[in-house]
Nanobody
Framework: QVQLVESGGGLVQRGGSLRLSCTAS????????MKWYRQAPGEQRELVAT???????NYADSVKGRFTISRDNAKNMVYLQMNSLKPEDTAVYYC???????????WGQGTQVTVSS
């Protein structure tokens, strides 16, 4: 069974940085499109960043220039480097893996990020 496990969340002050990690297992990681989402209390889950198997990236306007998504196919990991954090970045962050042709789709359990003002 495919597993995605996020880590790296925590409490940080405004302007600080965090690096989230998502470790995948029991899948051919390199062929999956990997995404980071976040969900704040009372809000809908929103797409934050995407990285394709080839390394192409895309970001939500709200995080462009502050967040960087990357992947290490040898380690089956995807990362989200978050800099210049703001209180409005507070949310549970989830990683998602989507197979590009079969649409097999998997989610992690989430990691909490809290940015204090």
């Amino acid at each position: 069974q495919v597993q995605l496990v996020e880590s790296g969340g925590g409490l940080v002050q405004r302007g600080g940085s965090l690096r989230l990690s998502c470790t995948a297992s029991r899948m051919i990681f390199s062929i999956y499109i990997m995404k980071w989402y976040r969900q704040a209390p009372g809000e809908q889950r929103e797409l934050v960043a995407t990285i394709t198997p080839g390394g192409g990236t895309n970001y939500a306007d709200s995080v462009k220039g502050r967040f960087t998504i990357s992947r290490d196919n040898a380690k089956n990991m995807v990362y989200l480097q978050m800099n210049s954090l703001k209180p409005e970045d507070t949310a549970v962050y989830y990683c998602r893996a989507t197979h590009p042709t079969t649409n097999w789709d998997y989610w992690g359990q989430g990691t909490q990020v809290t940015v204090s003002s």
